[in-house]
């Protein structure tokens, strides 16, 4: 398949630095005063503080997944308002270093695409063939990394009430599968559909839809207690 | 060599833990969280139940105490299992997860 349509189909397209092959060497000036160097920043800031972030890292690492900074994390330039994506080709988590400039929108983005990571971790993922996946992946990251959360939605006008985080989910995932994949709107609608109440109700590795740093911290807590729970039970 | 000693039996979570969590459910914030996630209220009675059985078991070592929490935690894990998956879970991780980045970039057209 041609190269360009290839990256076309596949989302490729809105990360433009993901084909330039080997790395281009920055000047000690680009490195410390650009979008990079804040990137790269933020993202230490992230793993070290982020109870989200240090659980699903934990949680990657007993999986057989240890997450290296250097090899699993890239900060880059990327096309229109996307913030980041999961490279299952490289195994890599790209951040959008031209479109992440506060440190909780980094905390969310790093955890959303930790999830995904974690699933293709821990699963037979087909993330370029099998939408069902894709979508399943969409839900739980937009559920559980609080991209959905009361004040994110808020903050993008959305304001509703009474199960709201559902219908968030939902929108978020519809929208993270018609930006990567060229399918029809219907068809993505139908897809999530079908998927929705599982990928919905699948917690792993929090345990529970963490609402808030409190939240996480009590899940980071039983995941640290995950061997004397089971072997009490 | 000795015969290895059975380990004895603890709760699956401190006491306190379970206390953490009951403050935690009750709070307003979370009634809200719990709103806006499922549309209904929290219950939060099975809580405190089970922090009253973790300390009737470190006082006493009842063997009923022990019972209702395992019952009470095997309930919350068969909630958290309550769904389909849509996957196949892996046997092992995937095997270029640690493989270098040049060798991972065959782009060949």
Not at chain 1, 37 to 43: G, Y
Not at chain 1, 151 to 170: A, D, I, T
Not at chain 2, 39 to 66: F, I, L, M, N, V
């Amino acid at each position: 398949m041609d190269q360009t349509k290839q990256d076309e189909e596949y989302g490729y397209d809105l990360f433009p630095e993901r084909n330039k092959g080997k790395q281009q060497e920055k000047t000690f000036g680009q490195k410390l005063f650009t979008f990079n160097h804040k990137c790269q920043v933020m993202l230490q800031f992230s793993i070290e503080t982020s109870p989200y972030a240090k659980l699903l890292l934990s949680a990657m690492k007993s999986s057989g997944c240890e997450v290296f900074k250097k090899r699993h994390f890239s900060c880059e330039d990327c096309d229109g308002t996307v913030s980041g994506g999961f490279d299952a080709t490289s195994s890599q988590i790209v951040l959008c270093q031209n479109n992440i400039h506060q440190q909780s929108h980094m905390n969310r983005v790093v955890t959303h695409e930790l999830i995904h990571a974690f699933d293709h971790c821990r699963a037979n993922v087909d993330w370029f063939n099998n939408f069902r996946h894709l979508a399943c992946s969409e839900i739980r990251a937009a559920n559980l990394s609080g991209d959905c959360s009361f004040s994110s939605e808020v903050s993008r006008l959305n304001f509703g009430l009474k199960q709201h985080q559902q219908e968030c989910v939902r929108g978020r995932a519809l929208r993270s599968i018609l930006a990567v994949r060229k399918i029809s709107r219907e068809e993505a609608e139908k897809i999530v559909d079908e998927v929705f109440d599982s990928c919905f109700n699948d917690h792993e590795p929090f345990g529970r839809i963490p609402h808030g740093a409190k939240e996480a911290k009590f899940a980071y807590r039983d995941y640290v207690n995950r061997d004397r729970y089971s072997s009490s039970l | 060599m000795d015969q290895p000693r059975k380990a004895a039996w603890k709760p699956p979570r401190d006491c306190e833990d379970y206390w953490s969590e009951f403050r935690h459910c009750k709070t307003l914030l979370n009634f809200f969280h719990h709103y806006y996630a499922y549309g209904t209220t929290p219950s939060c009675q099975q809580w405190k139940e089970d922090y009253s059985y973790c300390r009737e078991w470190e006082k006493h070592g009842g063997k009923e105490a022990k019972e209702a929490l395992q019952n009470s935690e095997r309930n919350r894990v068969a909630q958290q299992r309550n769904f389909t998956p849509v996957w196949e879970l892996r046997q092992e991780p995937p095997r270029d997860w640690h493989m270098p980045l040049n060798q991972e970039n065959s782009q060949d057209s």
